[in-house]
């Protein structure tokens, strides 16, 4: 069945990424000496790695063996290279951290509706991408409240509104509720 075969491979790509997204935070985390950064990146690294562990027990669920595709190993390399190199300036590499972030939010939600159309044993399978896709969601407004400090920073040269901080706390509450109601 071809739609079996692609959503598998679309399961092998967004463990790969959940895998660049752990690599992507811990080199934003060395990059950066904004103490508030380092701790939100550090809960970010432990909820994406909780995550990658929900993106392959939804693969063993479904019995996938397939592989990335090899324009999704390119992509992942050319990321790599970039948060590695000097042409982005720290902004832009958390903008396509957040970036990266918002595909594989949007990936993990394709991937669910797709299931569901399929067939009820492969909803089942793929339900543990509920979760991941919450998080990687609520860690997207986290990514803007640092998007918001940092490029403060960078283009002014002064300190942004300290208050930014408690609206992003309170976007991620709201979320969690969100994500609460829908699992009870």
């Known amino acids: 069945m071809a739609d079996m075969t692609t959503l598998e491979t679309k399961l092998a790509d967004l463990k790969l990424f959940q895998n660049v997204l752990i690599e992507c935070a811990q080199k934003l985390m060395a ?12 809960k970010m690294i432990t909820s994406d790695r909780e995550n990658l562990g929900s993106i392959e027990k939804a693969i063993a669920q479904v019995g996938s063996t397939a ?3 090899d324009i999704t190993q390119k992509h992942a390399e050319k990321v790599s ?12 590499k958390f903008f396509q951290f957040e970036l990266l972030k918002h595909q594989q ?9 797709v299931a569901q159309s399929l067939d009820d044993k492969l909803q089942a399978a793929v339900e543990p991408l509920n979760k991941v896709n919450f ?16 490029g403060t920073r960078e283009m002014a040269g002064k300190e942004p509104d300290m208050g930014l901080w408690a609206s992003i706390e309170q976007g991620i509450a709201a979320l969690k509720g969100v994500v609460s109601s829908v699992a009870s």
């Open 31 to 42: 990059a950066t000496d904004d103490q508030t950064i380092r701790e939100r990146l550090e």
């Open 67 to 69: 592989q990335p595709r």
């Open 81 to 92: 290279q970039m948060m590695d190199g000097s042409e982005l300036t720290l902004y832009d």
């Open 105 to 113: 939010t949007m990936n993990g939600l394709v991937i669910h509706k």
């Open 135 to 150: 998080e990687n969601r609520a860690h997207q407004e986290v990514l803007k409240g640092v998007l918001y400090f940092v």
